[in-house]
């Protein structure tokens, strides 16, 4: 678990990053140049630097906010991870002062669309990061002009930056980013496990890492290699 101090409250913000949310771990189902956009956050830039990241579920779009966080962290830079699923009913006056920090990700913007406090929040959010030359990444299920807002001036300040559309990944593509996850946990997940979750255990992409989370835990455990007889054992026995 990260805990980001909010400069606004001083007080603590608790949220999981997934340890191995990582652009090492990331597949694209098509070229964009957006891990190469993203990596440049690491960076100290002489300009404010807006992504605004759109796709449906599944499209690695939280796995890529918090991967910036991930890499931002090692690289001593300040950033937070803020998914407004989890915020939305929550004071928009957490955003206050978030200017100080290096880099603001926040994930699933819609969510808080339609709320004109929330939008006002956010329009003076992205004008206070601009004008502190500090950067901003933001995700969607849609490109900024789809949204629904309240508010036409933040409507045009989302449009601001670059815009990459994010597409959901083939079962090849999953296939791959099961083993770069298995990799990454020191794992070997033979390609038949690969392609029997895929068959028998048809969820998202975040649902199969979980799995895969669930699988080296046991493994561990049981000191049993990860075959897809261990596999069927643990998913019949639900634990």
Not at 50 to 73: R, V
Not at 194 to 208: C, D, E, F, K, V
Request: with cysteine; net charge neutral; glycine share 6%.
């Amino acid at each position: 678990m990260s805990s980001f101090l909010l400069p606004s409250t001083q007080r603590p913000l608790d949220i999981v990053l997934r340890q191995y949310a990582t652009f090492d771990t990331f597949v694209c189902a098509k070229e964009s140049g957006v891990l190469r956009s993203l990596e440049k956050l690491t960076q100290i830039a002489k300009e404010p630097r807006h992504y605004f990241l759109w796709g449906c579920g599944q499209s690695g779009k939280s796995h890529l906010l918090q991967a910036t966080c991930n890499q931002l962290a090692v690289s001593d830079r300040k950033a937070v991870y803020l998914p407004m699923k989890e915020f939305s009913g929550s004071d928009p006056n957490l955003l206050n002062d978030l200017q100080q920090l290096d880099v603001i990700c926040i994930d699933d913007i819609h969510c808080v669309l339609g709320d004109s406090y929330w939008e006002h929040a956010l329009f003076r959010l992205i004008n206070e990061l601009w004008l502190s030359n500090k950067s901003l990444v933001i995700t969607a299920p849609c490109k900024p002009g789809d949204l629904d807002i309240l508010l036409p001036d933040l409507a045009s300040r989302l449009g601001w930056g670059l815009i990459y559309r994010l597409h959901p990944l083939t079962d090849e593509q999953k296939a791959s980013a099961i083993q770069l996850h298995a990799k990454a946990r020191g794992l070997d997940v033979p390609p038949e496990v690969s392609n029997y979750l895929l068959r028998r255990y048809p969820r998202g992409l975040a649902s199969l890492v979980e799995l895969l989370d669930r699988l080296d835990q046991h493994s561990l455990v049981l000191q049993r290699r990860i075959t897809v007889p261990f596999v069927k054992s643990v998913l019949e026995s639900g634990s």
